[in-house]
């Protein structure tokens, strides 16, 4: 959390930014996530798959997908007056998953991008996560043709801790990727001020 300009002067309303990441599987949606709510033109570090890469990715459930991030996606979404979110999507293959560690320092929290048709795909997003206790939803990104399941079911086919955050959207939205990271940093903010308490009680 660091602030948008340091040098305010006292009296005034200093802008907040905070760092969310945007994770999961090959394919589930994070560039399309971040491209739909971003207020600024998106950085993207997408190249095209190649026959080699087919090799290595599993493209089964994404087979007309022909570009792959292989660093980050950076927007940035103003949620009110005084707070925005930059947001970083990560890489979803296996092999990129080193950049993960650089990309998750100074998060306040994460959104796990999921897929019903592949929902093992993010197995390991929440791993990690909670592993490293950041705080994160999962928002499944509800795709065209595919069955619908209900919250409660991808909590418990996810074994998420109790509380977790899961809900429903569409990537594609902005309205409802906004809501999707609306819902973050409440969440977030609720499980930092938990442990802040704790640790002074």
């Given at each position: ?112 991008l999921a897929d019903t048709r592949r929902l093992e795909d993010c197995f390991p997003a929440v791993d ?74």
């Amino acid at each position: 959390m660091v602030p948008e300009h340091p040098d305010t002067p006292v009296g005034e309303t200093t802008a907040l930014a905070l760092k969310i990441l945007v994770a999961g599987g090959f394919g589930v949606g994070k560039t399309t996530l971040v491209g739909a709510v971003s207020e600024i033109r998106p950085l993207r570090t997408e190249e095209l798959l190649s026959e080699a890469g087919r090799t290595v990715d599993d493209t089964e459930g994404v087979d007309r997908k022909v570009t792959t991030t292989v660093a980050m996606d950076f927007g940035r979404i103003t949620i009110r007056a005084g707070l925005s979110l930059y947001l970083f999507g990560t890489p979803g293959q296996d092999r990129f998953w080193f950049l993960w560690d650089e990309l998750a320092q100074g998060a306040l929290g994460a959104v796990v991008l999921a897929d019903t048709r592949r929902l093992e795909d993010c197995f390991p997003a929440v791993d990690y996560f909670e592993h490293r206790k950041i705080p994160f939803v999962v928002a499944v990104n509800c795709f065209a043709g595919a069955r619908q399941h209900d919250a409660d079911d991808v909590c418990r086919a996810l074994d998420l801790d109790l509380g977790t955050p899961v809900v429903l959207c569409d990537a594609r939205e902005r309205d409802s990727g906004k809501e999707v990271l609306i819902r973050l940093v409440e969440y977030a903010g609720r499980m930092h001020t938990a442990r802040l308490l704790d640790s002074v009680g």
